[in-house]
């Protein structure tokens, strides 16, 4: 057992109130919040130069638009930030022989369902190739309770792992929360993402398996009533790492996507540097380079570890 640190360097992130904070910050800016369902980019043909956000001296494209539930929203920049979700980012962002004229739904070999528009570039039967040949952002399904004790309990966070005489081995992690609760997460699995958050389902005996664990390694939470069960899916890139800038030979077109489970953490880090490229046309706050989307312009896909 060690120690990580103290109230005094240590805090924790909870991801409902930051993300909503954030969202409720940006619209007090000046931000205009869109709620629909995204369907594509709408690309068209650029030549190399400054304003166009392609290399010099090469051929590419550029976005120009956003298809929200078959309609087109102008746009001169595009973040794909979608989690397990961006790996249609392959399809989305194509070259070659122009956009994709079907329509209806279809899957592409990123194994996310998505909806296609005339305007998107994103049929594989029109001869053109994607610019991301390389990236598959698969997802690795956990379950996660929270709990509240009927005593207050210490601010001390478990990360553990251990096996059970049958031989299984589990890997509980427990946070106590301010608010009197304690979130407990486990069971990962190695599932296909579902085509939509809606189908993400909760399986009972998994909670009751953390639940179970959790008591073993607090008495206090045997008996805790479960005030929440979910799940969810850690979006992971091939190689593990974060997928953080510019798509190559796309200009205005941005990924950010891959952190697996750190993705609530380094979500204001990210934002900030993707802020930077966008404005400036490179990141200065620290360097990103080793996360960009850049490594997945040639090759076949990858498989991201389980």
Same mark, same amino acid.
């Given at each position: 057992?060690?120690?990580?640190?103290?109230?005094?360097?240590?805090?924790?992130?909870?991801?409902?109130?930051?993300?909503?904070?954030?969202?409720?910050?940006?619209?007090?800016? !000046?931000?205009?919040?869109?709620? $629909?369902?995204?369907?594509?980019?709408?690309?068209?043909?650029?030549?190399?130069?400054?304003?166009?956000?392609?290399?010099?001296?090469?051929?590419?494209?550029?976005?120009? !638009?956003?298809?929200?539930?078959?309609?087109?929203?102008?746009?001169?920049?595009?973040?794909?930030?979608? !989690?397990?979700?961006?790996?249609?980012?392959?399809?989305?962002?194509?070259?070659?022989?122009?956009?994709?004229?079907?329509?209806?739904?279809?899957?592409?070999?990123?194994?996310?369902?998505?909806?296609?528009?005339?305007?998107?570039?994103?049929?594989?039967?029109? $001869?053109?190739?994607?610019?991301?040949?390389?990236?598959?952002?698969? !997802?690795?399904?956990?379950?996660?309770?929270?709990?509240?004790?009927?005593?207050?309990?210490?601010?001390?966070?478990?990360?553990? $792992?251990?096996?059970?005489?049958?031989?299984?081995?589990?890997?509980?992690?427990?946070?106590?929360?301010?608010?009197?609760?304690?979130?407990?997460?486990?069971?990962?699995?190695?599932?296909?993402?579902?085509?939509?958050?809606?189908?993400?389902?909760?399986?009972?005996?998994?909670?009751?398996?953390?639940?179970?664990?959790?008591?073993?390694?607090?008495s206090c939470l045997a008996q805790a009533p479960v005030e929440?069960?979910?799940?969810?899916?850690?979006?992971?890139?091939?190689?593990?790492?974060?997928?953080?800038?510019?798509?190559?030979?796309?200009?205005?077109?941005?990924?950010?996507?891959?952190?697996?489970?750190?993705?609530?953490?380094?979500?204001?880090?990210?934002?900030?540097?993707?802020?930077e490229m966008i404005t400036e046309g490179r990141a200065s706050?620290?360097?990103?380079?080793?996360?960009?989307?850049?490594?997945?312009?040639?090759?076949?896909?990858?498989?991201? $570890?389980?």
């Open positions: 057992m060690s120690e990580m640190g103290s109230p005094a360097d240590t805090a924790q992130v909870h991801p409902h109130k930051l993300t909503t904070a954030l969202l409720e910050s940006a619209v007090t800016r !000046g931000s205009r919040l869109l709620q $629909g369902c995204v369907e594509g980019l709408q690309l068209e043909e650029a030549a190399g130069g400054d304003d166009t956000g392609v290399e010099e001296g090469k051929s590419g494209r550029r976005v120009t !638009g956003v298809v929200v539930d078959g309609v087109v929203v102008p746009a001169d920049v595009a973040v794909i930030a979608m !989690g397990p979700w961006s790996g249609v980012a392959r399809e989305w962002l194509r070259a070659g022989a122009g956009s994709g004229s079907g329509s209806g739904s279809g899957s592409g070999s990123s194994g996310v369902t998505g909806k296609r528009a005339s305007s998107v570039v994103a049929a594989e039967s029109s $001869g053109s190739r994607s610019l991301l040949p390389g990236l598959t952002i698969t !997802g690795q399904k956990y379950h996660s309770v929270v709990l509240r004790p009927h005593k207050p309990v210490t601010n001390h966070m478990l990360f553990t $792992g251990f096996k059970y005489a049958s031989g299984r081995v589990v890997e509980p992690e427990v946070y106590p929360r301010p608010d009197g609760t304690v979130y407990v997460c486990g069971e990962p699995q190695a599932l296909p993402v579902p085509s939509n958050a809606a189908e993400v389902h909760v399986e009972e005996q998994l909670g009751d398996n953390i639940r179970m664990v959790a008591g073993s390694l607090a929440t069960l979910q799940a969810c899916y850690l979006p992971c890139a091939p190689d593990s790492l974060p997928v953080i800038g510019p798509v190559p030979h796309c200009g205005g077109a941005f990924l950010a996507t891959g952190h697996t489970c750190w993705g609530i953490l380094n979500a204001p880090a990210t934002g900030l540097v993707l802020a706050s620290c360097d990103v380079a080793a996360f960009s989307p850049s490594r997945f312009a040639g090759g076949r896909p990858g498989n991201a $570890g389980a």
